[in-house]
């Protein structure tokens, strides 16, 4: 066991700090905000810096790194509150690379490493990802999917489905015959997303069976929970910074030992949270992962992000209430993205159903 | 600076696997475990709760992990270890925490790895392989009546005269000073000096004349002691270190008893106890919706605290010194540990009363009722908890000191 990043991982980061500071500083995040769109310009950085092909094997034209690269970069997109497809775009590259045939992979890697964008539609009715009612039948995919994010602007849909009685994931194009956009959702973290209706939309490829679509609940619950952790992190650093600027009472606040015992306290929870997210995703890495400890980091995250962000705003007062200041970003960004495959109360569920029966 | 244990070639980074060798280390030592956890070794440890005492059993597995070479196995080999570093200490400690096991990390890990570094070579020579086999263990004398948390002020005295050294004093919560064979003891050597800079380490047999034990009877059900020291003659040889630079060397050994600081097994224990119970017995519990929810927070709470020991653990294992990263993993283990005690009573009712001496009738031995007794004296214990968050705050997230 060594926790120490590789020195790759360390140049990932400090380039991806400089990067993201100048391509999405704070003004630009908030037009993608105000646009509910992802930024094209910046997604072609991204594309041009070569992040969008980290994790797709070189043969498939990217770079063969491992999840835990990939997280370094989705930390500091997080850290720069960045609204883009990233994220699903790279567990929809995940997920074709684990369970997609020579085919398929041989077609799509390589044009997700060149910036295609997928979005995930897996979700139906209430956020009901089990027992699916949309169909994908002699490749046609028909039913309703909803907290499509990017819905809009992707070019491609990952739809689960059934054909045939067996589950699976449907690659449908976003301008497809019968894709159809029935209702934009305003969600608390501002990503864009929409219900989306398919009526007899033709599939591009279909990748068989439950499996994958397991695989699709399981990455992108670690990756929420990752993102969740990335978002505690930053508005747990601003906080720690601004308690050592804001003088009251003739001193720093950050002196005063009921500011420093809470914010010892939530460092705790962020560093417990820190270790459980690159924990997990080195398993993902191993094909060790559990589906027990998937919930157990959902949960703790999805806690910490909430309980972190909440007090951050209680310590910095009047000012991290305001939208002209930044800290706003990670509490509706994390608490979204602690909501996304599912919230902590499912995850207790999982959790308590592992223990008890 | 030089950590005496726990560090090696550095392997494989973002790796988050135990090692073939690491994992058959731990095959073997439950293997161990579970040959010597006997009948009459758990009656033991009952009793040893109230009394403090070892008995035969707990001596004969005291001794067989000396022979079997696991308790010293991340001392260096110059020492009669085997250089193996922080995770076999860290997977140790996990093992016997877990099953209740009885080991002197005090003497093994505390005051062994210190005079590693600060002692003597002829300290070293005659101390190392005593305390080894177990046959030097020691008591800590450092908390008096007015230096708790602020150790620095201690007052007991020790004067030298000639060829000896001469002690006079009171220390209090001198935990196992009845049992143990010598006292590691902080005492003022230079009363004129600035507080921190006025203190020596010495170790001495608690035979000596002049040393009185008197005993205080802990809620927790085990024994303490208040020692007082009465023209106490030991050795010039006595010292640890460098004259009035004992309050640097007991930091240094507070730092190295961080290696396994946070007792994170015991809450998987509690857990698993209660898990264990709820199936087996109280069917009508483990379908209540709050019993389930309950439990399945005290596992995140237990992978928190795993989360954080391992992180410690990981650091250490580096080469480096943990600051905030032990802290955090203390006071989140030690304060969980007395919610999941108390979890596990309250889920219970009646029978979570039950003491240990009620045989079959008290749930799990009695387990849950005894820690909850004890946990006070791991969260003040060892640096209080709320110093700890302190020390996160201030050493961590280099917050300014109040």
Redesign the interface.
Same mark, same amino acid.
Not at chain 1, 1 to 6: A, S
Not at chain 2, 396 to 402: A, I
């Given at each position: 066991?060594?926790? !120490? *990043?590789?020195d790759l !991982?360390e140049l990932l980061r400090s380039n991806a700090e400089d990067v993201l500071a100048r391509e999405a500083p704070a003004d630009r995040v908030r037009q993608m905000e105000a646009s509910g769109e992802p930024d094209a310009e910046l997604w072609s950085t991204l594309v041009d810096l070569g992040w969008t092909g980290l994790a797709i094997d070189e043969e498939h034209g990217g770079q063969g790194g +491992?999840l835990?690269d990939l997280a370094v970069i989705i930390e500091q997109l997080c850290r720069n509150a960045v609204l883009s497809p990233f994220v699903p775009t790279a567990l929809a590259a995940l997920v074709v690379q684990r369970h997609g045939d020579e085919a398929l992979r041989a077609d799509l890697l390589p044009r997700i490493a060149e910036g295609a964008t997928v979005a995930i539609a897996l979700a139906e009715g209430r956020g009901e990802m089990h027992d699916l009612a949309t169909t994908g039948e002699d490749g046609a995919v028909s039913g309703e999917k909803r907290f499509v994010e990017y819905a809009r602007s992707t070019d491609l849909h990952l739809v689960a489905a059934s054909r045939n009685g067996a589950s699976g994931l449907a690659i449908v194009p976003t301008s497809a015959e019968g894709v159809s956009i029935e209702q934009d959702l305003a969600s608390i973290g501002k990503t864009p997303q929409a219900i989306v209706a398919y009526d007899g939309a033709r599939a591009d490829a279909w990748i068989e069976g439950e499996a994958a679509v397991e695989d699709l609940r399981r990455l992108g619950s670690a990756l929420a929970s990752l993102e969740s952790y990335a978002h505690a992190q930053r508005a747990l650093d601003m906080t720690?910074d601004y308690? #050592?600027t804001r003088v009251q009472f003739g001193? *720093?606040i950050? +002196?005063?030992?009921a500011? !420093?015992?809470r914010?010892?306290?939530l460092?705790?929870?962020v #560093?417990? +949270?820190?270790?459980?997210v690159?924990?997990l995703l080195?398993?993902f890495g191993?094909g060790s992962e559990d589906p027990e #400890?998937i919930a157990?980091?959902k949960?703790?995250t999805a !806690?910490t992000v909430a309980q972190v962000t909440q007090d951050c705003h209680l310590l910095h007062g009047g000012i991290g209430f305001i939208t002209e200041y930044d800290l706003y970003f990670h509490t509706i960004r994390g608490k979204e993205a602690s909501l996304r495959f599912g919230g902590a109360g499912e995850a207790?569920?999982t959790?308590?159903n592992a223990?008890?029966d | 600076m030089r950590v005496p244990i726990g560090h090696r070639e550095?392997?494989?980074?973002?790796?988050?696997?135990?090692t073939d060798e690491q994992l058959q280390f731990r095959d073997d030592l439950r293997a161990f475990i579970a040959e010597h956890r006997t009948e009459e070794l758990l009656a033991e440890l009952d009793e040893y709760h109230d009394t403090h005492e070892y008995g035969p059993a707990m001596r004969r597995f005291r001794t067989g992990l000396d022979e079997a070479g696991f308790s010293t196995m991340a001392w260096p080999t110059e020492y009669g270890g085997q250089n193996k570093g922080a995770?076999y200490l860290f997977i140790l400690k996990e093992e016997l925490e877990y099953w209740g096991m009885p080991y002197d990390a005090l003497s093994v890990l505390s005051v062994g790895t210190t005079i590693m570094r600060f002692g003597s070579e002829s300290q070293k020579r005659e101390w190392l392989p005593k305390i080894q086999t177990g046959e030097m263990n020691f008591a800590i004398g450092y908390t008096e009546p007015n230096a708790g948390t602020d150790l620095a002020s201690l007052q007991t005295r020790a004067v030298r005269d000639g060829d000896e050294w001469v002690i006079n004093g009171q220390k209090i919560y001198t935990s196992a000073a009845h049992n143990a064979s010598h006292l590691f003891m902080a005492a003022r050597t230079d009363p004129e000096a600035p507080k921190h800079r006025g203190i020596s380490v010495f170790v001495f047999p608690l035979d000596t004349p002049g040393i009185t034990v008197r005993p205080l009877w802990t809620m927790g059900g085990g024994r303490t002691n208040e020692t007082f020291y009465e023209d106490v003659r030991i050795p010039a040889d006595s010292i640890v270190g460098e004259e009035n630079r004992g309050w640097y060397t007991i930091m240094n050994a507070l730092d190295l008893e961080r290696v396994t600081i946070g007792p994170y097994a015991p809450i998987k224990r509690v857990l698993d106890l209660m898990?264990e119970h709820?199936?087996e017995e109280r069917p009508e519990l483990?379908d209540d919706p709050i019993v389930?929810?309950k439990?399945?927070?005290t596992?995140?709470d237990y $992978?928190?605290?795993r989360?954080?020991a391992?992180?410690n653990a990981?650091i250490i294992?580096?080469g480096h010194t943990p600051t905030? $990263?032990a802290?955090?993993t203390k006071?989140?283990s030690t304060d969980m540990k007395e919610r999941v005690s108390n979890l596990a009573m309250d889920l219970l009712g009646w029978e979570g009363a039950l003491h240990v001496s009620n045989g079959e009738i008290a749930p799990a031995r009695g387990d849950f009722e005894g820690r909850w007794r004890l946990s006070p004296s791991t969260r003040f214990g060892g640096g209080t908890n709320?110093v700890?968050?302190?020390i996160?705050?201030?050493r961590?997230?280099?917050?300014?000191?109040?």
């Open positions: 066991m060594d926790l !120490q *990043p590789t !991982q +491992s835990l720690v308690v #050592q001193r *720093p950050g +002196s005063f030992q500011v !420093q015992m914010l010892a306290d460092a705790t929870r #560093q417990a +949270s820190n270790f459980l690159h924990e080195w398993h191993e #400890q157990v980091v949960a703790v !806690q207790l569920r959790v308590a223990l008890l | 550095r392997a494989v980074r973002m790796h988050y696997g135990w995770f898990v709820v199936r483990r389930r929810t439990l399945a927070e596992k995140l $992978e928190i605290a989360a954080l391992t992180t990981a294992d580096g905030m $990263e802290s955090m006071v989140w709320d700890q968050r302190q996160i705050a201030t961590g997230l280099s917050l300014p000191r109040g």
